[in-house]
Nanobody
Framework: QVQLVESGGGSVQAGGSLRLSCAVY????????MGWSRQAPGKEREGIAT????????TYGESVKGRFTVSQDNAKNTLYLQMNSLKPEDTAMYYC??????????WGQGTQVSVSS
């Protein structure tokens, strides 16, 4: 059974940085498509970054482009999200997801990020 476990969330002041991690357990097949989404209270879930190891490509949402960087360590089965220049509007629950063929099959439980002004 595949499990995704996020960590690294917390509270930070505006302008600060955090690095989220997503450890993947129970993988018996390739999960070439991985990414991060977030959901703020009262708002819909927003996809913010993807990484596709089959295509060697990454994508970012406009709200985080230039500030966030997605990466992965295949040897450790871990996905990362480096978040710099954080803003109060980045406050949300952050989720990692994994799958293949451009679609997610598995989701983590989330890690909370709070940014104060």
């Amino acid at each position: 059974q595949v499990q995704l476990v996020e960590s690294g969330g917390g509270s930070v002041q505006a302008g600060g940085s955090l690095r989220l991690s997503c450890a993947v357990y129970g993988v018996t097949h390739s999960l070439a498509f991985m990414g991060w989404s977030r959901q703020a209270p009262g708002k819909e879930r927003e996809g913010i970054a993807t990484i596709d190891s089959d295509r060697g490509s990454t994508t970012y949402g406009e709200s985080v482009k230039g500030r966030f960087t997605v990466s992965q360590d295949n040897a450790k089965n871990t996905l990362y999200l480096q978040m710099n220049s954080l803003k109060p509007e980045d406050t949300a629950m952050y989720y990692c997801a994994a799958g293949w063929n451009g679609q997610y099959q598995y989701w983590g439980q989330g890690t909370q990020v709070s940014v104060s002004s």
